[in-house]
């Protein structure tokens, strides 16, 4: 048996993984905070040597954007030296790690969109401390992916689809921030992509390697995934409320957000031969389970 690590099993992402349907042969190991917390490097060590693993793909994160610019040790160890802890077990034992990343790593004021070969320039601490994750897990194992990916929505955790449809049941309007750009990105469809690489780098040691970025396709603002949101909600019963749009500046937050967080797929469907669907299609399909849970509650 081929067994994953996969950190962050309490998360949306490890959730994911584990609804997934693993290829014949292997297995995946999602420990929750309880079992693997990474402001506690003895559980790290502990579950690394729990088992020879085939590879561990990290995605574990401190990902309250606002609260890590109050408290950026926490976020370091989270973001930095948890990663680069993980990484020196996987270069020892020679399996390949799979670094989860953002497009906080980015500053946002490209015209375009961004490329793996850009270079970064966070605004924050979030940011900064991702890209210091990046730096470890790239110096300690030959064998890594750095997979960047952005604005992670799923039925699962606390995220902005969520959210809206939380808002949108007790309010008749909502402002929502329409000067930024990028794309929702599913964790379900995260974690497809990232096992299909994963399963790629354990079967062929001279799978490629480096940074690739993986998003659902297309584009958008926070102000159009609401839309969606609210658009197929609709279908199904639920009283939209009115979506009005307001810029950056007037909805200001302790961390800066860059603009501009659409990333390239290019590599990720040349190179790995994964192609991830629209974003659209992500949001509907979230909103679908999200409502059938709904119903089956009430």
């Not at 990484?87 to 953002?102: K, Y």
């Not at 299909?196 to 159009?224: D, L, Y």
Request: proline share 7%; no cysteine.
């Amino acid at each position: 048996m081929r067994d994953i690590l996969v950190t962050g099993g309490d998360g949306q992402l490890g959730t994911s993984f584990l609804e997934l349907n693993l290829p014949q042969g292997y297995g995946l190991y999602a420990p929750g905070l309880d079992r693997l917390d990474f402001t506690r490097p003895e559980t790290i060590d502990a579950v690394m040597a729990q088992r020879p693993w085939a590879a561990v793909i990290n995605g574990a994160a401190h990902t309250a954007v606002d609260r890590a610019e109050s408290e950026p040790a926490l976020a370091w160890t989270i973001n930095a030296e948890a990663p680069g802890r993980i990484a020196q077990h996987a270069g020892r034992m020679g399996i390949p790690m799979i670094q989860v990343s953002t497009d906080y790593v980015f500053p946002g004021d490209k015209d375009g969109v961004y490329l793996e070969t850009d270079a970064i320039g966070p605004l924050g601490v979030y940011g900064a401390s991702k890209a210091a994750g990046e730096v470890a897990v790239r110096a300690a194992v030959a064998r890594h992916i750095v997979a960047r990916t952005s604005w992670v929505v799923s039925p699962f955790g606390a995220n902005f689809v969520k959210t809206m449809l939380r808002l949108g049941t007790d309010r008749e309007e909502l402002r929502v921030v329409d000067d930024q750009r990028g794309a929702p990105t599913s964790a379900q469809d995260l974690a497809s992509a990232l096992l299909a690489i994963t399963v790629q780098m354990i079967e062929n040691p001279n799978a490629p390697t480096g940074v690739v970025h993986a998003v659902n396709r297309g584009e958008t603002s926070w102000r159009g995934v609401a839309d969606a949101v609210f658009a197929r909600a609709a279908t199904q019963g639920y009283k939209p409320p009115k979506v009005f749009p307001i810029t950056t500046a007037e909805y200001p937050t302790p961390a800066r957000r860059p603009l501009n967080s659409r990333l390239s797929t290019e590599r990720l469907e040349r190179v790995y031969g994964v192609v991830m669907p629209q974003w659209q299609d992500a949001i509907d399909k979230i909103v679908d389970q999200l409502m059938l849970l709904e119903t089956k509650r009430s």
